[in-house]
C-alpha cells in the first residue's frame, strides 16, 4: 500500500501535468539556464536595418570548396594590415588606375614591400608649396577685352610660380575688406595710388605668411637659384622687400605683416591726409612707395639687396626695354593687345630662360635604340618644342634681371641629340619614355605575340632599365641600386627640375606649360629664314629645329620597319589595358618577368599622375579667380604639342 504524504496535516496529491505544460516548462528553463550562463544578448549582434538591405542586395553564395594544397613556407611573414588609403592618391586611365602611396620609403627597390599592393607605386611625401600671393583689382569699368587679356597675363605669371614649386593665389578687395583695419583705412581719404598700395597689404594680412608678388613679377631662373631656394622654405625671420624689385616681392609672417599695417595707419602723417598731402606725394613716387618708405623709418622692415632670379615687367622697364609694348600699353584703344604682347613676351623669356639653364642641350635617352624609333616619337616631339626659339614680338630682348643675355637664335638652336643612356648632369636636360615592359619586349624582339617560352628562353630580364643607367652606374651595378638611382632621378626635386620622364602608353601629356612655367611652341614657320613675322606683323615666329642625329653605330631604320614599330607599339597599348583574360594574363607574366623594369614604369607613371592630380585640384579651388584658364578665355587644360605649321 503507498505512502501518503502530508503538508501541515493536509495529504499532497502529485499529478503529472499535462504534455503541453511539460514542454512550455522545458522551453522557459532552458531559456534560464541560457541567459545565466551566456548573459543577455549585446545590441551589436542585432542587425540593423542597413544590414538586412546589404543582405539582400548581396545574399551570401556559399563558394565551392577548393581542393586542399600542401601549405607553402611563409616567407614574407606574418599577414599585415594594409597601408590606409592616402585621399587624392588615384587617378583613372585607359590602361589601370593609377594609384600611389606617400611614404619617407619611397626609396626601397619595390613598393609592394611597403604598399602590400602590387599596383600601388610608393612616392616620395609632396613637399609643401609656400603661398604666392598677387592682387588685382579691376576697374569697376572696364572693357572685357582688356580684363581677359590681363587675367592671360596672371595666368603667365600663375604658370611660371607653380612650375617653380610654389602656390599662386590671386587676391582682391574682397580679402583686403576682411582685415580688421578695412574699416580705419577707408577712413583715411587715400588718394587711389595709395590706396591701391594698402589694399594689397590688407589682403596679405588677412591671408597670413607668405610671399606678396606683383602679377608682374616673375621667377626668371633655375630652380635652384638661391633667392627661389630661399622662398620655397617658407622660413621668412623679417618681414623684406626686395630693393631691386621697388614692392614687387615681398615676404613676411603673418604677425610681421600685420605689425606693419598697423604702423602704417597709426603713422603721425596719416593723422592729416590732406596737410601732409605733399609730403606723402613724394614717398609715394619713390622705389617701393610710401608705405615701404614709411614702414623703413619706423624699422619695420628689412631690405633684401639683390634678386637676380626674379623679373619684374613695371612699366618703367616696360618704356626704358621694350617701348613698341609701352606704345600700346598706355593707349586705352591698344591697350588689350598691348597686354596680350606683353604676356607673348614673358613667355619667350621664361623659354629662353630654360634654354640658358643647360649649356650642355637636351638629350632624349633612347634605350635599346635598334628597334625603338617609334618610342621616342612623344620624346622627340617635346624636345624639338623646348629647343625651338620662343614665338615673340621683340627677337634680341632679354629679361629684365639678365638685359646681357644671349637671344635664342634660330641659326644656331639650342642642342638636341639622342643618347643610348641616362647623363646625370646638372647642365643637360633630359626628356625620356618609360615604356610598360610588354611594349618594350614586343618592340625589342620584333614580336606581335609574347608566351612564356620565349620569355624564358630569349628575353633578357630588365633590359630597358640595365640600358638606361649604364653610362651612370656602369654594368657590375645590380638591379637594386639602379631602380633607386633611377627613382631619384625622377623624384628628387633638382633631378625632377632637368629630366621629364613620359610614359610611352600615354597619348595626351597637356600639363607641361605647368612643368616647365611657360607655354611650348605650338606653331612653326615654314620659311627657314629666321624670325619670319606672323600675319599681323607683330609676333616673330621661327622655323622648327631638325630631328636629332641618329646615334652612331646604330643602323637607321627604313621606313617599312618603322611602320611596323608603330604597328606593334599600338597592339602593345591595346594589349595592357585589354580585359580578355588570356591577354591579362601574358601581361602580368612579362611584368613579373621583369620586375624593376615594371617598377619603373609604375613608379614613373604614378609621378606624372600625382603631379596632374594636384594641378587640377589647385585649378579646380582657383577657377573662379583672376588668372584662371576660364577667366582668361581660354580652353582649360593647357597645351604642349607642336600641331601646326605657318
Known sequence: MPVQRTLLGYPIRLQIPPRRFQLLLALVAFVVITLGLFGTPSSDDIPTYDDVVEHIKNPHVPSIPKPELPSLPKLIGPVAHKPPVQPNSTTTSSYRVIEWFNDFKWRSPFSHDTTLDENRAVLPPLLERPLIYTYYDAPSKQDKATKEAESRLILTWRKAWWAQGFRPTVLSRAEAMKHPQYDLVQRLKLDSKMELEIMRWLAWGHMGSGVLSNWLALPMARFDNPMLAFLRR????????????????LFGEGPAINKAISSF???????????????????SDLEGGVMIHMLQRAKNIEEAKKADGIAYYDMDIVKKEYGVLAEKLTNATTKAEGLDLLATLINSHLHLTFQESFPEGLAVVKPLPEHTTALTYKAIDVARNLTQCATTPLPKSCPPNRLNCAPCDPAKPMKLQLMSSYQNSSTLYTVSTVPHPYTLTSLHYAKDTLDQQFLRSSAKRDAWLFELMKSTLGEEVGEEERIIHFKEAVAIPESAARSLWLTAERLSHDDLDYVFGFNLPQIASTNLDPGTPAKNGLLNIFPRPAMPEPLKDVNVPETAIIRNEE??????????KSKAQQMKTIVDMVEKWNLYDTEAWKFARAWSGRRRVQRKKWEEEEQKFVGSERKSGLKPGGGSSWTDRL
Open 234 to 249: 617658407n622660413q621668412y625671420p623679417q618681414l623684406s622687400w626686395i630693393g631691386t624689385l621697388k614692392n614687387g616681392v
Open 265 to 283: 595707419v597709426d603713422d603721425p602723417m596719416l593723422k592729416n591726409v590732406t596737410e601732409n598731402k605733399d609730403k606723402l606725394k613724394v614717398l
Open 567 to 576: 604597328e606593334r607599339l599600338n597592339k602593345a597599348r591595346e594589349a595592357i
